[in-house]
């Protein structure tokens, strides 16, 4: 549950913008996201945003030429648990193993997504 809430935290806009990732809260989830976003955005107000001119006051989600909102990276690491034997899981741009259930991996994220997503493995 915390490393739940700790994900919520560092990418709270990100959580709240994205379709897909508010899909994967629960209500109680969402709700706290977006009240986390609302109390930021209100102490940046208070803290300096207001002794900004106005135009620069307002924290955008997105700008035409920025991407304003940092998201998690794709690229870092984490441990793995594997729930059923696998085979020819890619590992790298050129490398693939082969696992077994309960067998446990530091592997790239974004090599690993989907799997997770299926339900074929968890983060440890």
């Not at 700008?63 to 984490?78: A, C, T, Y």
């Amino acid at each position: 549950m915390r490393t739940r809430m700790f994900k919520m935290e560092s990418f709270p806009a990100f959580t709240i913008k994205s379709k897909k990732m508010r899909q994967r809260l629960s209500p109680d989830e969402f709700s706290y996201c977006k009240r986390y976003v609302d109390l930021v955005f209100g102490h940046f107000m208070q803290s300096f945003l207001s002794f900004l001119p106005e135009r620069y006051q307002d924290i955008a989600l997105s700008n035409d030429d920025i991407e304003m909102v940092p998201k998690p990276s794709l690229d870092r690491h984490v441990f793995v648990s594997f729930r059923e034997r696998l085979e020819d899981l890619q590992i790298s741009t050129d490398e693939y193993i082969s696992v077994d259930a309960g067998d446990t991996y530091l592997l790239q994220y974004g090599l690993v997504k989907d799997v997770l997503l299926n339900g074929q493995l968890n983060l440890v």
